[in-house]
């Protein structure tokens, strides 16, 4: 199903429901009407590459080499059905900042030196197993981590998730009504 969003009113970043432990969670999620990323890549800071990928994954650590992995989510404005199953694996401090981008990879496996794009810091998230969806630490922006106007329909928005640790590791399944998730208000 298809809703443009100019038919709605506002809308803001879901604190990414990456936290999604159990199908419960995912039924309560489905409840906001939301929007899921049409394609998402991970990008590794050690080889400067974007790769295609079907879930998020955010990894940082003393022993990986220097491939820090951060994760990005591009949506357009459209209300779209993606489905998967919910799950999630996390580690670290669980913590990750998160950034708006004004470009996204053409392709799989493109060269990408890491930050390339980023526009905004929207602020910090903390992921938290036992909730079912991420909390806001802080904001450095009221754009989408508050209610804010809707962009028309067919606007591409690119969201960047980022270890903040020297130890980090947030990995999630996506699909509607959960993983990371834009989502609409009334």
Same mark, same amino acid.
């Given at each position: ?108 496996? /493109?060269? +990408? !030196?890491? $930050?390339? #794009? ?51 590791? /947030?990995? +999630? !399944?996506? $699909?509607? #009504? ?9």
């Amino acid at each position: 199903m298809f809703i443009p969003k100019t038919l709605l009113g506002s809308l803001s970043l879901l604190a990414l429901a990456i936290a999604v432990a159990t199908p419960e969670h995912a039924q309560r999620q489905l409840t906001i009407p939301s929007i899921s990323p049409e394609s998402i890549f991970t990008v590794d800071a050690a080889t400067s590459t974007a790769n295609c990928a079907r879930s998020g994954l955010v990894d940082k650590s003393h022993t990986d080499g220097g491939h820090e992995l951060s994760t990005m989510v591009f949506y357009t404005y459209l209300l779209t059905s993606i489905v998967d199953r919910p799950g999630s694996r996390l580690w670290g401090s669980r913590q990750l900042n998160v950034y708006t981008l004004n470009t996204r990879p053409m392709t799989c496996s /493109v060269w +990408w !030196t890491p $930050g390339t #794009g980023r526009n905004i810091s929207l602020g910090r998230i903390e992921v938290d197993g036992s909730r079912p969806a991420a909390r806001w630490l802080y904001h450095s922006s009221s754009y989408l981590t508050y209610a804010s106007p809707c962009a028309p329909a067919g606007t591409v928005e690119g969201l960047e998730f980022v270890p903040v640790s020297e130890y980090d590791h /947030v990995e +999630w !399944t996506q $699909g509607q #009504g959960y993983g990371v998730q834009i989502a609409y208000y009334l």
